[in-house]
Structures are given as structure tokens and as C-alpha cells.
């Protein structure tokens, strides 16, 4: 008896296991564009890209513009993080 609670006990640690190494990791980026609208959406397009090449998917709601800047050639630069759930 002791043994199938043991077992039991251990199927249930593994199963939960899975679900404490997923993490949220915040990854930063930036883009560059014609309008800081066009900047912005850049950032974006790049920091999801990166979040699916780590396997994982965005955080909704977790994008944000950290800093903009005018540029002298007439474009937008713009640092971004987002929040990215990882598995």
C-alpha cells in the first residue's frame, strides 16, 4: 500500500513539475520607422518574433515603450520591453 501512495504521490510531483518551470521572461527590443507609429509597431513585430523563437507566447497587455527619440534623418527610434511566458 505504501508503495502505490508513494507512487501516487510521485506522478502527481511530475505532473506539477511542468507547470513551475514555466516562467515569464521580460526581453527587450527596439525598431526604427518612418512615424513613431511604424517605429513602435517594428519593436512589437521584433520582440514577438523573439518570444516564438524561444518557444514561448507574449504576456497580453505587456508591451511597453520605454524610450523614443526623433532621429535626424527624419525616422523614429524606439526602445520597447514585453513579457513573454516561456514553458
Known amino acids: 500500500m505504501k ?3 508513494a507512487l501516487a504521490l510521485s506522478m502527481f510531483a511530475l ?3 511542468e507547470l513551475a ?13 518612418a512615424t513613431l507609429e ?4 517594428k519593436a512589437k513585430e521584433n520582440l514577438e518574433e ?6 514561448g507566447s507574449p504576456v497580453a ?3 511597453k515603450v520605454t524610450f523614443d527619440k526623433p532621429l535626424s ?3 523614429h527610434y524606439v526602445d520597447a520591453t514585453l513579457q513573454c511566458d516561456i514553458p
Open 3 to 5: 508503495k502505490i501512495h
Open 61 to 63: 497587455d505587456s508591451f
Open 50 to 55: 523573439s518570444c516564438k523563437s524561444f518557444k
Open 38 to 41: 511604424a517605429a513602435t509597431a
Open 21 to 33: 518551470l514555466a516562467a515569464v521572461s521580460n526581453l527587450t527590443g527596439n525598431g526604427e520607422g
Open 73 to 75: 534623418n527624419g525616422k
Open 15 to 17: 505532473g506539477t513539475c
